[in-house]
T-cell receptor, first 110, second 113 residues
Framework: DAKTTQPTSMDCAEGRAANLPCNHS???????VYWYRQIHSQGPQYIIH???NNETNEMASLIITEDRKSSTLILPHATLRDTAVYYC???????????FGKGTHLIIQP | KAGVTQTPRYLIKTRGQQVTLSCSPI?????VSWYQQTPGQGLQFLFE???????NKGNFPGRFSGRQFSNSRSEMNVSTLELGDSALYLC????????????FGQGTRLTVV
């Protein structure tokens, strides 16, 4: 899996959009970008993934730059329950499973 | 439908003992992966099973082993427990191999004393 770089922590006001950046400058052509989050004391939760087109589902939107070297996860209307560690993973489904880095600790402020 | 179920939720074992953890994947899912989570190392991949065969293996010693049954349920075993094996062990299931769009269970918290 390609290495990803994320900010250690971020704050966002409740009700605002939370934009979480991720750098993956060495991503290869067959690697997808995956986002997971882990709320304290729970297992990670799959959020979304994409290859090169922007993606949206009921939880979030994923914006991938044209050169695929970075991406942004957008939570459109953050709530207190979105406070979690968010992991960005670039994976081609290889032998090492999903490589979770340290992620971004997103804190939603009331 | 029911999510991924891991049992037991909490376990305390003594150094040198062995332990078996169980994971029941979401109905219809055939891939099961195991991860270890510690404060120091974060989430680390142990292995993945698909259709009863180990498909991938992480960088863990041979004391860590697993298996998958015909109903896709999986077990992982750790023999000769060490203090450093204390961790949250997470199981994740998915429809396909590789297990990248994975649904995780709540984990088993293992404490080795």
């Amino acid at each position: 899996d390609a290495k990803t770089t994320q900010p250690t922590s971020m704050d966002c006001a409740e009700g605002r959009a939370a934009n979480l950046p991720c750098n993956h400058s060495t991503i290869s052509g067959n690697e997808y970008v995956y986002w997971y989050r882990q709320i304290h004391s729970q297992g990670p939760q799959y959020i979304i993934h994409g290859l090169k087109n922007n993606e949206t589902n009921e939880m979030a939107s994923l914006i991938i730059t044209e050169d695929r070297k970075s991406s942004t996860l957008i939570l459109p209307h953050a709530t207190l329950r979105d406070t979690a560690v968010y992991y960005c993973i670039a994976s081609g489904g290889g032998a090492d499973g999903l490589t979770f880095g340290k992620g971004t600790h997103l804190i939603i402020q009331p | 439908k029911a999510g991924v179920t891991q049992t037991p939720r909490y376990l305390i074992k003594t150094r040198g003992q062995q332990v078996t953890l169980s994971c029941s994947p979401i109905s219809g899912h055939r891939s099961v992966s195991w991860y270890q989570q510690t404060p120091g190392q974060g989430l680390q991949f142990l292995f993945e099973y698909f259709s009863e065969t180990q498909r991938n293996k992480g960088n863990f010693p041979g004391r860590f082993s697993g298996r998958q049954f015909s109903n896709s349920r999986s077990e992982m075993n750790v023999s000769t427990l060490e203090l450093g094996d204390s961790a949250l062990y997470l199981c994740a299931s998915s429809l396909r191999h590789p297990n990248t769009e994975a649904f995780f269970g709540q984990g088993t918290r293992l404490t080795v004393v």
